[in-house]
């Protein structure tokens, strides 16, 4: 982190205050069925603007939260919000639109499954329409715990995804037994997929293993007409990434909705 040791603990105590008095934003970011072009779901992002810093990069935010705790009560306050902001899109005629939210394996340890409930029976957005995407390195840090929390959450109805994938070398046994619906494959590899044989090879494959467990596969970073051509010659489902928007505020979303996405250009044919 960029913050020098002096001054960690004071940007510990203003995100805790931030936290405690909700002062943090939620942006999202559009994720479009490749086979039709439409945004089917959003990807909530947490934004935190320090009062005298400015703007805090998320790469920033998200260590220093889960170094110090706080992710546990800054997660249930994303998904709190994410929860009730779909519930305003289904009001307004989006009845199929999923949030996705992101869960670190520390909040997994600490009555996610109680904290889900009582935000889908608050918000009274259905079970369906809310994914939790944990990465694959999360998964690893407590294989087993973890998969028993998981099966609790889909218990719920709630939609869950591999986030990161290709990162957290999980064994395809494990893999298997994971009560998971989607993987996401790493922006790394996406980046590279145009220019790199192995990163090509290893996002085909994921599509490939992916398909053959009836998983649906999201592409992370989509940033060029030349990876989104890749991905839709390989048969991925879902894409996101600035080429197909970038996230914004909610208010500003209700604008992505209705039309094909790719730059506001219609998606080319498989």
Known sequence: MSASAPERPALESSLRRAVAQEELSLHYQPVVDLATGRVRGVEALVRWSHPELGPIPPMELIPLAEGTGIIVPLGAL??????????????????????AVN??????QHEVVAQVAAALEQTGLPP???????????????AEAIEHTLRELRKQGVRISIDDFGLGY????????????????????IRDLTRDPDAAAIATTVIAMAHALSLQVVAEGVETDDQLAFLLGRGCDRAQGFL?????????CETLFASPRRRGRPLPSR
């Open 78 to 99: 994303v998904l709190r919000r994410a929860c009730a902001q779909a519930r305003v899109w289904r009001d307004h005629g989006h009845g199929d639109l999923s949030v």
């Open 103 to 108: 869960l670190s394996a520390r909040q997994l």
């Open 128 to 142: 369906r329409l809310l994914q939790l995407e944990i990465t694959e390195a999360g998964i690893l840090q407590n």
């Open 170 to 189: 999980s064994s395809l046994r494990h893999l298997r037994r994971l009560p998971i619906d989607s993987l996401k494959i790493d922006r790394s590899f």
């Open 244 to 252: 197909l928007g970038p996230p914004c505020p909610a208010e500003e």
